[in-house]
């Protein structure tokens, strides 16, 4: 996880620290994740989160996102939700517990709030 002291910062210039995802979450490829967290004040977090190509499960948390780069289709266990197809300018809002699959085509670099 990255730290940001508490002042302005170019989303596209902040040079994110990536781990290799958990195996069990790894469906398909070498995904890597990174996390930047904004503020964790109260009982939500806002950062900035990246995933590089590759396909890999997740129990989502309650969250607002908007995808500032890359690209990605989202499947959901809940057969009676669509696939979302997300680029620049996605905003996407789960709820905690939904079960997903996310496919990264492009690395794909999101703000989020949860």
């Known amino acids: 996880m ?3 002291p508490a002042a302005g910062h170019a989303v596209e210039d902040l040079d994110l620290a990536h781990e290799p995802l958990p195996a ?3 469906v398909a490829g070498s995904p890597t994740t990174a996390l930047a967290v904004l503020d964790d004040t109260g009982d939500r977090e806002i950062g900035i989160w990246e995933m590089t190509p590759g396909t890999a499960s997740d129990t ?3 969250e607002l ?3 500032l780069s890359g690209r990605a289709t989202i499947a959901f266990e809940d057969a009676a939700l669509p696939d979302l197809a997300v680029g620049p ?4 809002r789960l709820a905690a517990g939904m079960r997903t699959t996310w496919t990264v085509t492009e690395t794909l670099r999101k703000v989020y709030i949860a």
């Open 65 to 67: 996102f908007v995808v």
């Open 2 to 4: 990255t730290a940001l």
């Open 89 to 92: 300018g996605s905003v996407i």
């Open 24 to 26: 069990d979450q790894v």
């Open 60 to 62: 989502e948390a309650d």
